[in-house]
Each structure stands twice: as C-alpha cells, then as structure tokens.
C-alpha cells in the first residue's frame, strides 16, 4: 500500500535502493509497486503522481534515487518534458531513467532514447511479466 508520504511498504524500515514512480494512475502505480516489491523487497518506492511534483522531489539534491521509472502520458506535463528537465540536473546524470508507458510506439522508444531514457518498458497486463521485465531492468543497471 502506498502510504501518506508517498512510499509504498508496509511501513518497516527498508535497506536498500530507492526508485522514484512517477504516474498519474493510482492502478498503475499499486501494480508497479507490486511488481518492484516481488523483484526486489528491501527496494524503497517513492510515487509522484505528476511530472510537475517529481521535479520539485527531484531538484533536492539530499534525494537521489538509484532509478526514476516514468510515465509519458500524464496531464500538465507530458513525460518526455519531465525527462527533459530531469536530464538537466546535474545530480541525476548518472540515474538511470526508464520509461514506463502503455506506448509501444517506435516513435516514442526513439524518442525518448535521444532525450536520454536508459530504457523503455510498455506497461504489461500481469504483475508477473512486470516483475520479470523489472528484474532484467535491474539486473543491467
């Protein structure tokens, strides 16, 4: 469960690494964290629900996820703007950023490579492929 500062666990101190999610959609974001926590269970998952206030999480350099895993189609902000701005600060140039979408579209996969994405995952249907893609993610970076 995703708690009120916008971590998800059951609430017990976490050893570890820490990603940052960033979605607008609640169902998305419970089966993401779902999937991160059968992949790897000491892994902290910090959720933004737009890009808007993942920058502002972002631009405080006493935060550096180990991964920040994005969606592309969010209001406000699209993601490739937020990935846009996220590759501009300095703290994060080593962070591995990876797209998190329901596109498949070569265009996007394109795009998003040449704006700095490390790698593209389409949103799957079960918790289980998630998890597997999530782990081969993991284990490359």
Request: include cysteine; hydrophobic fraction near 40%; charge should be negative.
């Amino acid at each position: 469960m995703i708690n009120s500062s916008g971590e998800w666990g059951n609430g017990a101190p976490t050893v570890g690494k820490t990603c940052l999610l960033v979605d607008d959609d609640d169902d998305d974001k419970e089966i993401f964290c779902m999937a991160l926590s059968e992949t790897d269970p000491s892994m902290r998952c910090v959720v933004a629900s737009y890009a808007v206030e993942a920058l502002q999480i972002l631009e405080d350099t006493a935060f550096i996820p180990d991964y920040i895993f994005l969606d592309l189609n969010m209001p406000l902000m699209s993601g490739k703007e937020c990935l846009q701005e996220i590759r501009k600060l300095p703290h994060l140039n080593k962070t591995p950023v990876i797209i998190y979408s329901t596109s498949a579209s070569p265009k996007d996969i394109q795009e998003t490579r040449e704006l700095g994405a490390s790698y593209f995952i389409t949103k799957p249907s079960r918790i289980s492929v998630l998890a597997q893609k999530l782990a081969g993610v993991l284990s490359e970076s």
